[in-house]
Antibody
Framework: QVQLQQSGPGLVKPSQTLSLTCAISGASVSSNSDSWHWIRQSPSRGLEWLGRTYHRSKWYNEYAESVKSRIIINPDTSKNRFSLQLNFVTPEDTAVYYC?????????????WGQGTLVTVSS | EIVLTQSPATLSLSPGERATLSCRASQSVSSNLAWYQQKPGQGPRLLIYDASKRATGIPARFSGSGSGTDFTLTISSLEPEDFAVYYCQQRSNWPLLFTFGPGTKVDIK
């Protein structure tokens, strides 16, 4: 059974960096068939995909155009987890953030999700 | 960018009734459409993928149909635990983007 456990602060100041981590159990971040994603949810923007990291002989990262200039998703193979870094946050980045998995190359649906982390951007 | 729209926004029904939810894509997604259920304080739960295939552990009262641009999620007889928000989702390749519909809330009449 795959489990994704999120951690990170719930309050970030404007212009600073949002950092979250997603610890994986029951699967491997280095899997050559899975991909690991960050998604956020807010009343104004709904569910919004932010980006993914995955390993296919080497590491790949892909990001949504809406956040591409501000986002980094990194795998951590030593701890079997991956992280989200979103720079220069504004109040519009206030949302519940989820990590999630897609299993299988070429698949498009998320079969496991983290518990969600409410991140508020406020001074 | 492919846009997903869902209707109705809210569906008020009683336990035991049939629920029919619609998802429409702005251009064809073939059968590459998934449905999720979300309850308050929880992350989305995968119900249906490839338009009509039930995910592991999903009861048979949930069914999906459709292809191209028009899709339907049907709950044949609502159980108390089915009152929730339902989202459809697809992937576009150029540029890569996973998008969700705005959701349909199924609430108790």
């Amino acid at each position: 059974q795959v489990q994704l456990q999120q951690s990170g602060p719930g309050l970030v100041k404007p212009s600073q960096t949002l950092s979250l981590t997603c610890a994986i159990s029951g699967a491997s971040v280095s899997s050559n068939s899975d991909s690991w994603h960050w998604i956020r949810q807010s009343p104004s923007r709904g569910l919004e995909w932010l980006g993914r990291t995955y390993h296919r002989s080497k590491w790949y990262n892909e990001y949504a155009e809406s956040v591409k200039s501000r986002i980094i998703i990194n795998p951590d193979t030593s701890k079997n987890r991956f992280s989200l870094q979103l720079n220069f946050v504004t109040p519009e980045d206030t949302a519940v953030y989820y990590c999630a998995r897609i299993s299988g190359s070429g698949k498009y649906y998320f079969d496991y999700w983290g518990q969600g982390t409410l991140v508020t951007v406020s001074s | 960018e492919i846009v997903l729209t869902q209707s109705p926004a809210t569906l008020s029904l009683s336990p035991g009734e049939r629920a029919t939810l619609s998802c429409r894509a702005s251009q064809s997604v073939s059968s590459n459409l998934a449905w999720y259920q979300q309850k308050p304080g929880q992350g989305p739960r995968l119900l249906i993928y490839d338009a009509s295939k039930r995910a592991t552990g999903i009861p048979a009262r949930f069914s999906g149909s459709g292809s191209g641009t028009d899709f339907t999620l049907t709950i044949s007889s609502l159980e108390p635990e089915d009152f929730a928000v339902y989202y459809c989702q697809q992937r576009s390749n150029w540029p890569l983007l996973f998008t969700f519909g705005p959701g349909t809330k199924v609430d108790i009449k």
